[in-house]
Nanobody
């Protein structure tokens, strides 16, 4: 079993920055990759970024590259999402996931509880 806990969400003005964290525990040796997804009310869950834990290969959504940076601490099995120049359309619940290196939410095996990011204009 793997447990994921997100933190770092909050309220920020447009143009500001946030750093989200996701800490994994349990059977961390089984985790190949971790990713971030976001979901706004009435919309489907959207891929944001992913990273392989061993090699550090990254993938990001075309809509967020340049403002979103994913990184990892391999020793602590923690993944981070740095968000710069926040925009109101970034407002969503951000979820951390663990599983294969994929852009598809249904491919992932484990999910965190989510952390709310709200961007004011």
């Amino acid at each position: 079993q793997v447990q994921l806990v997100e933190s770092g969400g909050g309220l920020v003005q447009a143009g500001g920055s946030l750093s989200l964290s996701c800490a994994a525990s349990g059977r961390t040796f089984s985790i190949y990759a971790m990713g971030w997804f976001r979901q706004s009310p009435g919309k489907e869950r959207e891929f944001v970024a992913a990273i392989t834990m061993n090699s550090g290969i990254t993938a990001g959504a075309d809509s967020v590259t340049g403002r979103f940076t994913i990184s990892r601490d391999i020793a602590g099995y923690t993944v981070y999402l740095q968000i710069d120049n926040l925009k109101p359309e970034d407002t969503a619940v951000y979820y951390c996931a663990a599983g294969p290196f994929s852009r598809t939410s249904s491919d992932y095996l484990y999910w965190g509880q989510g952390t709310q990011v709200t961007v004011s204009s």
